[in-house]
T-cell receptor, first 114, second 119 residues
Framework: LAKTTQPISMDSYEGQEVNITCSHN???????ITWYQQFPSQGPRFIIQ???TKVTNEVASLFIPADRKSSTLSLPRVSLSDTAVYYC???????????????FGGGTRLMVKP | NAGVMQNPRHLVRRRGQEARLRCSPM?????VYWYRQLPEEGLKFMVY????????ESGMPKERFSAEFPKEGPSILRIQQVVRGDSAAYFC?????????????????FGPGTRLLVL
């Protein structure tokens, strides 16, 4: 069962690069890794998804080492508006009764300071 | 293309009343998920539905809670005889038809949530 572990919180300053690492030691062979962002009083928003190596989009990069037991979300040059909670989610290994694998966990609270 | 819509955005109920939460998925999406989020906590999966079918309800309390996603109309999460512990934000997400056997891989698009307060 691919339980995820993330730091509870992180602080950064505007313009810095932020890296948030998620551990998922029991990730299954075909599981994907997805990151979501949630602002206060809003629903989560998809940021990026990957399976291995590196994925980059207009918002972030996702680095996944060869063993896939962890992943790192990289946010380049953060701004105040990036202050949010970031969740790492690993795809469930089976369809039946796999709903609990969609529990997001506590996420990482990123605070960007001026 | 309108996003996932949820209504009401805020709902106040007294203990013992019923709460009905509605979710309209994005156009073309046939899968709906419901989550509950307590203050300062992550989202907890409740139920996963396709049109007219409950696929996985392993996260939903056995009593007082039910969900449906009819052929026509929004998905409904119903909470009967609400108690104070039901106070939370309830989020709905939708995704396009599955392309693999693994849930959690499809990108989920979340609605703004319904904040339920039980007095």
């Amino acid at each position: 069962l691919a339980k995820t572990t993330q730091p509870i919180s992180m602080d950064s300053y505007e313009g810095q690069e932020v890296n948030i690492t998620c551990s998922h030691n029991n990730i299954a062979t075909n599981d994907y890794i997805t990151w979501y962002q949630q602002f206060p009083s809003q629903g989560p928003r998809f940021i990026i998804q990957g399976y291995k190596t590196k994925v980059t989009n207009e918002v972030a990069s996702l680095f996944i080492p060869a063993d896939r037991k962890s992943s790192t979300l990289s946010l380049p040059r953060v701004s105040l508006s990036d202050t949010a909670v970031y969740y790492c989610l690993v795809g469930a290994p089976a369809l039946k009764n796999a709903g609990n694998m969609l529990t997001f966990g506590g996420g990482t609270r990123l605070m960007v300071k001026p | 293309n309108a996003g996932v819509m949820q209504n009401p955005r805020h709902l106040v109920r007294r203990r013992g009343q019923e709460a009905r939460l509605r979710c309209s998925p994005m156009k073309g999406h046939s899968h709906v998920y419901w989550y509950r989020q307590l203050p300062e906590e992550g989202l907890k999966f409740m139920v996963y539905l396709q049109k007219e079918n409950i696929i996985d309800e392993s996260g939903m309390p056995k009593e007082r809670f039910s969900a449906e996603f009819p052929k026509e109309g929004p998905s409904i999460l119903r909470i009967q005889q609400v108690v104070r512990g039901d106070s939370a934000a309830y989020f709905c997400a939708s995704s396009p038809p599955r392309t693999s056997g693994r849930i959690g891989q499809e990108t989920q698009y979340f609605g703004p949530g319904t904040r339920l307060l039980v007095l």
